[in-house]
């Protein structure tokens, strides 16, 4: 009963659309019947879909992924002709045999009783309305449909290469997002994904020696214990006994489970009652996979102290997949892994609860927002855990290598159309953290923690887009940051600030150190500078176009901010209270937090002393 209140007030909080937000609502009811000799199932899906847009549509979509695992599908020759192919995805697809492949066929579809016109186009399925669906209506889809089970590829499938079962994700036609910029009907070629908010029933009837974990609830435990119970098939020509798992999802975007006879499971408990789940093979690695329980409790202690708590009382840690991937209360890693690497790819994965299945940005279009904001919080996490582990570092370097490559693409880039594997995967992962990380430099360090956990209590469930995300840390800050948010994610402009040169006034006993921007993407500064009496000063030059400036942050003692330099100026000149020959050292941002391209001119004095000229 307290579940259903909760999901009934969150729906409601989300479809009210106070000031023309809106998004759309489902419901979906699913029987599947699955084979474990064939790999193939039959599924039955009734789907109650809700028009909460302020458009008339005539038309829906479904995603159909398993198409994509067939040789020529779209994901098969793109990974063929990119410069700098998936490894693990190659030109595996086209040696696919026909009992490997993956599909999706529709047997029959209807709108509240009425036969459907549909056409498959890829991994897309088109169909046209009997009845178009108004603003605020309800309409009830249901659905036949058979699907096989691919060999394992990528993220979805079955006996993958530590020989798991299935890692059923993408598995079932799946209602394609309908929001402000209309549908997202992008074909799978691999890459990201979006969902509509709801929730999931879904039953699953599979031979009784395997045991199963899933997004959602189990809700009959007492028959799918392992070695308790069993029923035969509701479907006749199914033979041998099985049981029937029943999971029920509230409010989430998806829904995924991974099957296997061997699994072993573990379990840790949150002091909040969250409970979390381990399956694994035992012979693994059962040292590593043994010790994750309680690693698992540390790392959502930790986000849910500082990022925002995780409302579900269930979370599944399962081994499957090619490598790690998230979806709603679960994820798939592989599990022969040291104990450091299976530790590090939990932390990864779990943490996409909260910007993937919580806040669940569009991917497609901003996989910065979902890969980045995760990779911040999961440095964030391993160093809490690990305080020898030096955080974020490893993205300014991937950064760094991608400019000088001369490969980088703006992060406005839809996920599908980046050139190469290595643009998108640094824009995304990389990127997004630097976004994160050096908003902290603009901001301060305490307001963008402040902002993270605003922006997750006010946009979870939501949607957000970069707009809503850099709005909050504005409301936080007092400051503006859209020229930030623009020059970041909209262009390849840099960041390069250097000392020019110091010179020293005789007659006022002042030091002016002019500085210049050589790159096109300006920014705040923060100067350090060190006096020879041991003395310290940190003096802090905002933008104009901020309309403020940061205040201190921790350890900045002595802490002053001079005159906003316009962007449009090359050169500032700052002017000290001393003489050059009390000065120890000057430098732009020690904290590194700025991706400043070349940093060899942010200190003075350099090796040389070139940067020095006096009267």
Not at 353 to 378: C, I, K, R
Not at 542 to 557: F, H, N, T, Y
Not at 593 to 605: F, L, Q, T
Request: aromatic letters at 14%; glycine letters at 8%; one cysteine or more.
């Amino acid at each position: 009963m307290r579940v259903f209140i909760w999901c009934s007030l969150i729906l409601s909080s989300l479809t009210v659309f106070g000031q023309g937000y809106w998004q759309q609502e489902v419901a979906y009811e699913m029987f599947i019947d699955m084979n474990v000799k064939t790999n193939q199932f039959q599924g039955n899906q009734k789907l109650k879909y809700t028009n909460h847009s302020p458009d008339t549509l005539t038309q829906v979509f479904y995603h159909l992924y398993f198409n994509a695992f067939q040789p020529n599908s779209m994901m098969d020759v793109r990974s063929r002709l990119i410069e700098d192919p998936d490894r693990r995805v190659g030109d595996r697809i086209l040696s696919l045999k026909e009992d490997e492949i993956g599909y999706q066929k529709i047997d029959k579809l209807t709108q509240d009783g009425k036969k459907l016109k549909y056409q498959v186009e890829g991994t897309i399925l088109e169909v046209e309305l009997a009845k178009p669906i108004l603003p605020g209506q309800t309409t009830i889809f249901e659905m036949d449909f058979n699907a096989q089970v691919p060999l394992q590829v990528r993220r979805s499938g079955r006996d993958n290469k530590e020989g798991i079962r299935y890692s059923m994700t993408q598995w079932y036609p799946k209602m394609v997002e309908y929001d402000y910029q209309g549908w997202n009907a992008n074909p799978y070629i691999g890459r990201e994904f979006h969902g509509v908010w709801g929730s999931f029933d879904v039953k699953i009837s599979i031979d009784k020696s395997y045991v199963l974990g899933g997004t959602g609830y189990v809700k009959n435990p007492e028959v799918v214990q392992h070695g308790y119970g069993s029923g035969k098939s509701n479907f006749p020509e199914t033979q041998g006994e099985k049981i029937t798992w029943h999971f029920n999802a509230p409010l989430v975007h998806d829904f995924a489970w991974v099957a296997d006879p061997d699994f072993k499971l573990t379990t840790s408990t949150l002091d909040n009652g969250t409970v979390l789940h381990f399956l694994y093979q035992p012979d693994t690695n059962y040292t590593a996979w043994d010790s994750l329980p309680q690693y698992g409790k540390r790392i959502f202690e930790i986000m849910n102290a500082n990022f925002g708590e995780y409302p579900y009382k269930q979370y599944t840690v399962a081994q499957g997949g090619d490598g790690g991937m998230e979806y709603p209360m679960l994820t798939l890693i592989t599990g022969k892994r040291s104990k450091g690497s299976l530790i590090g790819v939990t932390v990864h994965e779990a943490n996409h609860s909260w910007y993937q299945h919580l806040l669940a940005t569009n991917e497609a279009l901003y996989p910065w927002m979902d890969e980045g904001f995760t990779s911040y919080a999961s440095d964030f996490v391993m160093h809490e855990l690990f305080p020898t582990v030096t955080p974020y570092e490893g993205s300014y370097r991937s950064y760094y290598s991608l400019v000088e490559s001369g490969k980088q693409e703006a992060l406005t880039t839809h996920a599908d159309h980046y050139e190469t594997n290595r643009a998108y995967g640094t824009a995304s992962y990389s990127m997004g953290l630097i976004f994160l990380h050096q908003l902290g430099y603009i901001v301060g360090e305490e307001v963008l923690m402040r902002s993270m956990r605003r922006y997750f209590a006010e946009w979870k469930y939501k949607h957000p887009t970069p707009n809503d995300f850099i709005r909050i840390v504005e409301k936080e800050s007092g400051l503006e940051l859209t020229w930030y948010l623009e020059q970041w994610i909209g262009t390849t402009s840099t960041i390069d600030y250097g000392i020019k040169w110091l010179q020293e006034n005789d007659e006022t006993d002042k030091t002016h150190v002019i500085l210049e921007r050589k790159g096109k993407l300006p920014m705040p500064l923060d100067i350090k500078v060190v006096y020879k009496d041991g003395k310290e000063e940190w003096i802090n030059i905002p933008l104009r176009i901020m309309r403020g400036e940061k205040i201190a942050e921790k350890d900045m003692e002595k802490f002053s901010v001079k005159a906003d330099w316009p962007w449009t100026f090359p050169t500032y000149e700052l002017i000290l209270d001393c003489e050059d020959e009390d000065i120890e050292s000057i430098e732009i941002d020690p904290s590194k937090r700025m991706a400043d391209i070349d940093r060899s001119n942010n200190i003075y004095p350099k090796k040389d002393d070139t940067m020095f000229k006096s009267n």
